[in-house]
């Protein structure tokens, strides 16, 4: 077995390191070598710049969406065009998010954002069946 020469892998001293990472400067060997974007990163760096990063703007912007759907109902007694499009938003959205989140692509800390506007997306969307049924079917009081 060779020894490398030059810089080795913090994990595995019998590989030549080929990155640093961005955040620990340790050096990494390409199996220890985690891309964010074009950015390696050893997994240990990974795993709290997950757990520290901030929530995806989209499901920020859902999760707004969704509040204002709420508000917005009772004022848009006429036709509840807002709260079918931020239950819309949230039902898909939410989910997704969720699933970027489980494959290691999302911040931890969106994890309880997707939920609730998976929630209130559901929430705004059945308001908005109502309202149609009532209107259009004559159900209800």
């Given at each position: ?21 961005a955040?620990c400067g340790?050096?990494?060997c390409g199996?220890?070598?985690e891309?964010?974007?074009e ?6 760096c990974?795993a709290?710049l997950r757990?520290?990063a901030?929530?995806?703007r989209?499901i920020?912007?859902?999760?707004g ?10 004022c ?5 065009l807002?709260t079918?499009?931020?239950g819309?938003a ?9 699933r970027?989140i ?5 911040a931890?800390?969106?994890r ?11 929430v705004?969307?059945g308001?908005?069946?109502a ?10 009081p």
């Open positions: 077995m060779r020894t490398p020469v030059g810089a080795v892998c913090a994990t595995h001293p019998d590989e030549a390191a080929v990155a640093t990472c955040r340790g050096f990494l199996d220890c070598t891309l964010a974007g950015t390696p990163y050893c997994a240990p990974v709290v757990r520290e901030r929530p995806s989209v920020q912007v859902a999760l969406l969704n509040v204002a759907g709420l508000v917005c109902l009772p848009s007694l006429a036709l509840p807002p079918l499009v931020a819309l949230g039902v898909v959205l939410g989910p997704r998010e969720l970027r489980a494959r290691g692509e999302g931890e800390r969106g309880t954002l997707a939920r609730v506007t998976t929630g209130l997306g559901w705004n969307l308001l908005a069946s309202w149609l049924a009532v209107v259009f079917w004559g159900f209800g």
